[in-house]
């Protein structure tokens, strides 16, 4: 757990998971594609992942006080995003929700900031953290580079946290981006996911990967999701009906428990309108597991290649682009590592007590295999 604003923060440690564990060490794979290493969104080259994740307090809401169930996440696109911006591109699947500081991207299709993920109501304290960070690690802004603004995207955790209370700083989120980094991500309750719940169950942060083949380039796609959707009967696990079967473990469906962020990264060389179309694929793989974007949600899609960057002092850029006509590998890419990223998600998140001793319950995995049973489907137990 993390200190108070006075305290200096510290990246929440990949501790072990009391039982919990990924689709793919049940058993479960998600399409065709192979993962990459970590099967991780930092798989792409120069992506890096950091979280700081606040867990304090128990009993009554206490507005102002706690209990505190809230963190951040941070997506680092490339070893120097300010410097040198990547291409991007967005899709909102229902809007009610926010992404903020995508006018850069909507002009000129580039990203220029990292990407930050908290619940709603910390969206100007992170915005105040990041941009103290850019200004400490890039004197050049306000001077040859123009201010930026944070892109930061929220989710709703007010079932489980003091939401008025605002519980993050500067430190919270400066430690989140200083400690980003590449290799395996922690899942589940963790960063901006701590308070969040998916499909009436525990949910939060999720990651996947997909590699393509050296004769496509050897190039990856990764997915990382902060899930905070659906209702308890819509989830699908691989075509399985997991939520109408699980009756038990009380869902929490309050209105405005609903939404999801999704962020893709490759390190293909895309153009803006190439990484929209991969956007609205991504979309295509939350479907998959059951979400219908009701009219409550806030359902916003980002996707950005490192693969193609600018560098702010040059007149002209020579750059490769991905080929139309060799397109579709990247589209199926898209859909399974999203769909894997939004069910890693509830399995990597453990049951969560918040305020007023309100309850999420964990996705039950050990039910899983008789569930699978139950309609003809088996596991793949060599995994």
Not at 101 to 124: A, F, H, M
Not at 133 to 158: C, Q, R
Not at 266 to 294: E, H, W, Y
Request: hydrophobic share 40%; aromatic share 4%.
């Amino acid at each position: 757990m993390l200190g108070g604003c006075g305290a200096t923060p510290r990246i929440a440690p990949a501790a072990p998971f009391a039982g919990r564990r990924r689709l793919r060490e049940l058993g479960i794979v998600i399409g065709e594609l192979p993962t990459g290493r970590w099967n991780a969104i930092t798989d792409v080259p120069g992506v890096r992942v950091g979280h700081v994740t606040r867990i304090e307090g128990a009993g009554p809401l206490v507005p102002g006080k706690g209990p505190i169930r809230t963190g951040v996440t941070a997506i680092l696109p490339t070893e120097d995003v300010v410097r040198e911006p990547v291409a991007a591109a967005r899709f909102t699947l229902n809007g009610n929700g926010e992404l903020t500081g995508l006018g850069v991207v909507d002009r000129s299709g580039t990203l220029e900031v990292p990407i930050l993920l908290t619940d709603t109501s910390n969206v100007g304290r992170v915005m105040n953290g990041a941009l103290s960070w850019l200004l400490e690690t890039y004197p050049e802004i306000g001077d040859s580079v123009p201010v930026p603004t944070p892109v930061v995207g929220e989710t709703w955790a007010a079932f489980l946290h003091d939401a008025e209370g605002r519980h993050l700083s500067d430190e919270h989120v400066m430690a989140a981006l200083r400690g980003a980094a590449s290799g395996p991500v922690p899942e589940g309750a963790v960063g901006g996911g701590t308070g969040m719940m998916a499909y009436g169950f525990k949910g939060g942060i999720g990651t996947a990967s997909r590699r393509l083949s050296e004769e496509e380039g050897g190039y990856t796609i990764g997915v990382l999701v902060q899930a905070n959707h659906g209702r308890r009967g819509q989830l699908r696990v691989q075509g399985v009906p997991v939520g109408q079967e699980i009756r038990d473990l009380p869902p929490h469906e309050g209105r405005k428990s609903k939404s999801i962020l999704i962020v893709g990264a490759t390190d293909a060389p895309m153009l803006p309108v190439q990484l929209g179309r991969l956007c609205k694929r991504m979309a295509l793989g939350l479907g998959r597991t059951g979400a219908v974007s009701m009219h409550g949600s806030g359902d916003l899609l980002l996707f950005f290649s490192n693969g193609m960057k600018g560098r702010r002092e040059a007149a002209t850029s020579a750059v490769q682009v991905w080929n139309d006509e060799q397109f579709d590998r990247c589209i199926q890419a898209s859909v399974e590592a999203t769909e894997e990223a939004v069910l890693n998600a509830l399995c990597m998140a453990e049951t969560m007590t918040g305020v007023d001793g309100n309850t999420a319950h964990a996705l039950p995995l050990e039910r899983l295999p008789a569930l699978f049973d139950a309609h003809g489907r088996a596991l793949d137990a060599t995994r």
